[in-house]
């Protein structure tokens, strides 16, 4: 069988969080300068949706990722890893005929001028994906669907392919995007901002910086970016330094409500949320969430790492505020290493740092080295 109908009459709910997107091989950098002048490289992994669920499965949550690699070694290297952190890579599919995506980026902070990245992407074997070469039985197979507007840029196919995973169906699980635009992948396309919004809109949980809101749509402010994403149950704007802005909804489902929330039933026990994929009327709780004072090593991975965060609290069912204590805490982790990925704190350290009164939440300051499981939450507290 295949199609999203087929897959959806075949699923059983057995992974907490499915990540559908392209991976590729990164290449760091041995010391800080040009891509010109640096002499060698260390490999690693780099991905928006598999970075989450690395984060996921780390955490101690079932987590799958789907993709396309290459028939190569670089694709036995990104699938090897991502199950070494305890991702089920089963239904990843090898293209014989494309390889897999690397890319080489320089030490400096991407938000910087001097930030370089070579991408080696185009053609790649993820960017083949599409509706009618994805496995839709796996991808159908958890409570929450994560994607990202990365993969809608990749290609006519895969835009094809978000739009069959965000429409509204019978048995859709609940469906997290996190807008991600990324200008130089759309490569001066018009369509992008309309395309993003577009998908946005037809998800359940969004995350989206004010700054690529304002990049991509020319909407300034929290609340502005609400108003033009009405229909999400839970929208999570990300404002850097300044933390979180969580919009959460009681919606009234409309005419299809019932179809729609039978997508999200099995998460009904652990969220406040039904499918917002149908007409609904919100009526929002507002939720501001400071971040935390973080000495950062790179700033790579952590809107990631955030959002990893953030659903795992919400597989949990915990208030919207620990939600984004939590995506800031697992985000704090990855700004102080020097790679996309790394080991999150502990559950029990996590919830109790989650836990902190507002007061002490403010005085934490993370370093490097703070999720170590010798450390206790007072050495990382400012006096």
């Known amino acids: 069988m295949s199609g999203p109908a087929a897959g959806t009459a075949a699923a059983a709910t057995t992974t907490d969080v499915v990540c559908l997107g392209e991976s590729m091989v990164t290449f760091l950098p041995s010391q800080p300068g040009r891509l010109a002048d640096v002499p060698s490289f260390g490999r690693g992994i780099g991905g928006a949706e598999s970075n989450v669920a690395c984060a996921l499965a780390a955490a101690g949550h079932r987590a799958a990722w789907v993709g396309r690699v290459g028939a190569d070694g670089f694709g036995d290297h990104l699938v090897e890893t991502i199950a070494s952190y305890g991702v089920d890579t089963s239904a990843v599919r090898r293209d014989p005929a494309r390889p897999t995506g690397v890319y080489f980026r320089t030490a400096t902070d991407r938000g910087t001028d001097t930030h370089e990245v070579a991408y080696y992407r185009a053609g790649s ?34 835009l094809a392919l978000l739009r069959e995973l965000t429409a509204p169906r019978p048995g859709r699980p609940l469906v997290s995007f996190d807008v991600n635009h990324r200008p130089h992948l759309w490569r001066g396309c018009a369509e992008d901002a309309s395309v993003l919004l577009e998908l946005a809109r037809r998800a359940d949980l969004v995350f989206v910086g004010e700054d690529e809101a304002e990049e991509a749509w020319g909407i300034v402010g929290a609340e502005a970016i609400r108003a ?27 005419p299809r409500g019932a179809e729609a929330a039978a997508g999200t039933a099995a998460l009904a026990a652990s969220t406040d949320t039904v499918s917002a ?15 935390l004072r973080v000495d950062v090593v790179a700033a790579v ?4 790492a955030f959002a990893a965060g953030f659903l795992s609290a919400t597989l949990r069912g915990l208030p919207v505020r620990d939600r984004a204590r939590h995506g800031h805490l697992m985000a704090a982790a990855v700004l102080t290493v020097p790679g996309d990925l790394t080991d999150p704190p502990s559950r029990d350290r996590a ?33």
Request: charged share 20%.
């Open 125 to 158: 074997a993820a960017s083949a994906m599409s509706p009618e070469n994805v496995p839709y039985e796996a991808l159908f197979a958890g409570r929450v669907l994560h994607l990202s507007g990365i993969t809608a840029a990749l290609s006519p196919d895969c």
């Open 228 to 254: 033009a994403l009405p229909e999400p149950s839970v929208l999570v704007v990300k404002r850097g330094s300044a933390g979180a802005t969580v919009f959460a909804s009681e919606l009234r489902p409309g």
């Open 277 to 291: 994929a149908t007409p609904a009327t919100p009526a929002d709780t507002v939720t501001p969430v400071p971040a």
């Open 301 to 304: 991975g952590a809107g990631d």
């Open 351 to 383: 919830d109790r740092l989650v836990a902190l009164d507002d007061a002490a939440w403010g005085r934490l300051r993370l370093a490097p080295g703070w999720t170590a499981a010798d450390r206790a939450p007072e050495e990382v507290r400012t006096p």
